[in-house]
């Protein structure tokens, strides 16, 4: 079990407002290309936490943004925001998912 204390869970309406009021902030869809293509939140970068790249990848963004992450229900996003905090990021993930964002 992964500690969820870690990690910044925000309802939809609350993280649809940080992320949109929050300039230069970075959202990242961990879900996979296909689930991605399929439908997204717009701006979104997909970066899929399943590839044996993700911990490089996300080294990759600016650590001096803050990242909304989300996935299809929040748990993949949970695990990303663990991994991302431990890199040094301030992340907060969608709890419930991309549902919730509506």
Do not use: W
């Amino acid at each position: 079990m992964f500690f969820t204390s870690a990690v910044k869970n925000l309802d939809g309406a609350t993280f649809k407002s940080q992320y949109e009021s929050t300039p230069g902030a970075i959202l990242l869809d961990v879900r996979t290309p296909g689930e991605y293509e399929a439908g997204h939140i717009e701006g979104a970068r997909n970066i899929n936490i399943m590839s044996p790249y993700f911990s490089d990848a996300i080294l990759e963004l600016d650590k001096t943004k803050r990242v909304f992450v989300y996935c299809r229900s929040g748990n993949r996003s949970s695990h990303a925001c663990i991994m991302l905090k431990e890199a040094g990021y301030t992340a907060y993930n969608l709890d419930g998912g991309i549902m919730e964002y509506r």
